[in-house]
T-cell receptor
Framework: AQTVTQSQPEMSVQEAETVTLSCTYD???????LFWYKQPPSRQMILVIR??????QNATENRFSVNFQKAAKSFSLKISDSQLGDAAMYFC???????????????FGQGTELSVKP | ETGVTQTPRHLVMGMTNKKSLKCEQH?????MYWYKQSAKKPLELMFV???????ENNSVPSRFSPECPNSSHLFLHLHTLQPEDSALYLC????????????FGQGTRLTVV
């Protein structure tokens, strides 16, 4: 079975600075997807960024980028130029690339609470 | 707004009550999910529906009963719950056969008293 681990329950960053959130996972599959979701106080889970395991290039979305190390099974999220609106719970998630009914479910880590100091 | 709507947003129920949570998606997705989010714990997958058929029940107690009448609607019927069932219940949808991300509703905050 696949597992996802976020070892940092809480992180803090100064506004305009850069912060990195860690995530490791365990799987025997070779093809899969990894995601970072953001959950602000409104509780809405919002996709931040996605990485396909078959792609060597790290995904980037504006101020958000990942460091995907497939051999090490590591998937960290870097937030540059942190803004007050980035304060939220961040979840790392894994999804199998197998087609069919097993393909859709997400396996989540425990989450990292990010606070941004003005 | 992600296109997934959950009602009610908040629910307080007694242990002998029967209530239902509703989820609706307008994204044309064919897979829908129920997740439970408890404090200090990872999100737990409860049920998966693909094309209206239940394809996964993650060892959920029978006091939780899902229903998927069509690919746009998903219900979670609740009866004789326990205080430890108090949590945030999140609904999500996705395209099962296409590897896109899941879209989540805003959740129902359930308190069992």
């Amino acid at each position: 079975a696949q597992t996802v681990t976020q070892s940092q329950p809480e992180m803090s960053v100064q506004e305009a600075e850069t912060v990195t959130l860690s995530c490791t996972y365990d799987t025997s599959e070779s093809d899969y997807y990894l995601f970072w979701y953001k959950q602000p106080p409104s509780r809405q889970m919002i996709l931040v960024i996605r990485q396909e395991a078959y792609k060597q290039q790290n995904a980037t979305e504006n101020r958000f980028s990942v460091n995907f190390q497939k051999a090490a099974k590591s998937f960290s999220l870097k937030i540059s130029d942190s803004q007050l609106g980035d304060a939220a719970m961040y979840f790392c998630a894994y999804r199998s690339a197998r087609a069919g009914h097993q393909g859709g479910k997400l396996i989540f880590g425990q989450g990292t609470e990010l606070s941004v100091k003005p | 707004e992600t296109g997934v709507t959950q009602t009610p947003r908040h629910l307080v129920m007694g242990m002998t009550n029967k209530k239902s949570l509703k989820c609706e998606q307008h994204l044309g997705h064919n897979a829908m999910y129920w997740y439970k989010q408890s404090a200090k714990k990872p999100l737990e997958l409860m049920f998966v529906y693909n094309f209206k058929e239940q394809t996964e029940n993650n060892s959920v107690p029978s006091r939780f009963s899902p229903e998927c009448p069509n690919s746009s609607h998903l219900f979670l019927h609740l009866h004789t719950l326990q205080p430890e069932d108090s949590a945030l219940y999140l609904c999500a949808s996705s395209q099962a056969a296409v590897h896109t991300e899941a879209f989540f509703g805003q959740g129902t905050r359930l308190t069992v008293v």
